[in-house]
């Protein structure tokens, strides 16, 4: 039954993953702002982390690649927490969005850990 769970967690989370992904390239302008001015080539990085998800997402489904695309989510996730810490000080609107709502700035912020917490969980390979 833990098993099945699990499963169903990784999927949702790979499911997660390639919508967010795939909003890179539909709100890519609106990504690209969450991102310092001082950083070059802001909307090819957005796309590429869009590319980025949408692998992540894939192998984190395949059995074979599972272990080791958890562990490059998990240091993805992290890199790019900046950019959410950045956003919630610039007071920058989430893609999309016209306007920022500053308390859900800081509220997405303390999803960060959850995502990591999520696929460490859910893509670790156990029996049980």
Do not use: C
Request: proline letters at 5%; glycine letters at 4%.
């Amino acid at each position: 039954m833990k098993k099945t769970i699990r499963m169903i967690a990784l999927v949702l989370f790979a499911f997660f993953f390639i919508f967010a992904g795939s909003a890179h390239f539909l709100q890519g302008e609106g990504f690209a702002a969450m991102v310092p001015d001082w950083v070059p080539f802001k909307l090819s990085l957005i796309y590429l982390t869009g590319i980025i998800e949408i692998v992540l997402a894939i192998l984190l489904l395949v059995p074979s690649t599972r272990k080791q695309a958890r562990l490059w989510t998990v240091i993805y996730l992290i890199a790019v927490f900046p950019a959410n810490i950045y956003a919630a000080i610039a007071g920058v609107p989430a893609p999309g969005q016209d306007e920022a709502n500053q308390v859900l700035l800081w509220v997405r912020l303390l999803f960060q850990p959850l995502l990591i917490w999520w696929v460490f969980w859910a893509a670790a390979q156990k029996d049980s």
